[in-house]
């Protein structure tokens, strides 16, 4: 930051970088020898006068001696140094964390649509699958109906409803294709094998280190869930010790790219902080994104007194606004046939 003279508007409410600006100036009137090297006992200058005040970091002697001589005339100065560089500091992490705060509780963009009926993709996992074949995320009501050949005719066989590739009839051949889609630097294959690894499954050993090592390259590439697979890991000590702040972090990261289970737990980590106010804006963020937890919670709050009826009228509203947007006739076929593919609470 610098301090040049118009970082001051002339304004009776001054902004962040005013503040910052001011706080700077002082601190650049106050520094002996800032720009070239000068001794603030004895004047000397040269790059050997490197020997700084132990406090306050600004204020240079050219040996000990000049240090030890100037220390009782300086004492009140270094204390209003460190009062200042103090007061920076304290200034700069408040205004970093406003501007982490209007990222984080940013409304994300929505799920992508279905690429065959081209709604949205829902939030629960029994509302998609993924094939490795095409790379593509097919919705429930998409992959439960009849798929046609180019004359119109069934396709009888299992087929990929998007490229018709056959699905695979082993555990064996679906893995090369995902291994294949993993080498294409596939973001959702790379995390369904780090799933894999996690859960021992699918002939893969059980090994945490492995997935969390995947789910950092899918996250890298954009997989929201793998971020918050990382958290969940920080959280309960799986493959990496315990850290919560590191599980936050993660947590972070998913809900700003638009997973609506990591911003229900930060939601949850902010309620039990106590930290009310909070909670309910990421339960109202994971609401639009089609967390039921969430509206659940938002519900409890309200019954609590701790929101107001606006705020729970407002939740029911963006939750069926979610629904409006991934509810059809072919997905609520589907998960009649399947509760399996029940795809939303």
Known sequence: MSSDSNCKDGSSTKSKDDVLCDVNDKLQNMRIGAAVSVCANCGKEGDEVNNVCNKCKQVRYCNAVCKKVHKKKHKKECEELIRLATEKHNEELRIAAELHDIKLFKQ???????????????????????Y????????CGCFYAPVYDNQGN??????????RTLTPTTGEEANERTIKRVEMNDPIAIYNIGVCYREGTDGFPQDHVKALELWHRAGKLGHAGAYCKIGYAYN???????????????Y???????NAMARFNLGCDEWRAGNKDRALKHYMIAVRGGSYPSLKCIKYIYSKGHSTKDDY??????????????KSDQRDKAAAEDEGSRYYS
């Open 236 to 250: 309960n000590g799986e493959g990496v010790e315990v850290d919560k702040k590191k599980a936050r972090h993660y």
């Open 154 to 163: 069934e396709v009888t066989e299992k087929v990929c409803p998007f490229c």
């Open 252 to 258: 972070e990261l998913a809900a700003m790219k638009g």
């Open 313 to 326: 009228t407002k939740a029911l509203r963006l939750y069926q606004e979610y629904l409006g947007e991934i």
């Open 132 to 139: 490795a074949c095409c790379g593509k995320v097919i919705c």
């Open 108 to 130: 994300p963009p929505a799920a992508e649509d279905c690429p065959i009926c081209e709604y949205r993709i829902p939030t629960l996992h029994a509302g998609f699958r993924y």
